[in-house]
């Protein structure tokens, strides 16, 4: 069990409540649970799964293999069909779903995963070559987390993209985002979205509406935590066409299919509760929960998000 608040004092009285009821072990400030490792610093928190990388990294047998600069080669989109059928796919299965759980402290992974576990059912050796791409990913930096700064302003900030008719096979577009508050990168997505768009536009603008309600939630979640939040959280896309919808209030013939999704995004900027805001693509941060990258624009987004590793030695 993890406790954690900002008055010692509760923290201790439930301490003493709960040994009173159950024995248990006061193991003192937090550093490992569940596979997730956490460093402190006067800098801030970080918290990473180095073990647990090596454990993966051990178990498929490429401790000592080559590492990769990026998770997956860009430009390739895996298919359902391309090769042979795995004889053992509960291997395959196993192994993707540790890597889900790498997630939680790997938000580059997030594109990578996501795309490897739509071929669960019947995986087959191209899949197989991808996540071992993955893997040696990995192998260069196991260490590597993420840093929660102690000096953050508390403001929510988020990027949300996509990459319009991307699966070779549905042509359904790829949702991205990622919330920071303050420096410190918070909430992040990577999705196949449900339908298909029949623009750019369109895409763009559902993975706006899917952020909009991710940083919403965010805000109430501030709220319950008496953390005061009164400015708008600013969310940054890099389609010009799905920011003059957020700002139309006309509806017309190209927005009548996705007209919750539109009534979601303005309703929120009537509020003030969000701030839309133009992006340069070549600053899009969400790119890399969309799309796989090549090597230098994937490693300057990457420093962006506040990804570090304790363990490289100085």
Sequence with gaps: MVITGNDETEIKNLKTFLSSRFRIKDLGPLKYFLGVEVARSK??????????TLDILEEAGLLGAKPMKV?????????????????EPARYRRLIGKLIYL???RPEIAYTVNTLSQFMQDPQRHHLDAAYRLLRYLKGAPGQGLMFSSQSELSLTGYCDADWAHCPISRRSVTGYCIFLGKSLVSWKSKKQVTVARSSAEAEYRSMATATCELSWLRYLLEDLHVNHPQPARLFCDNQAALHIAANPVYHERTKHIEI???TVRERVQKGEIKTSYVKTGEQVADLFTKPLRAPIFHAHLGKLGVIDIHTPT
């Design 103 to 105: 997630t939680i402290t």
């Design 261 to 263: 999704d539109c009534h």
């Design 71 to 87: 998770p997956m080669e860009a430009d390739l989109a895996l298919t359902p069909i391309g090769s042979t059928s795995l004889h």
């Design 43 to 52: 800098a801030g928190v970080t918290i990473c799964q180095r073990k647990y």
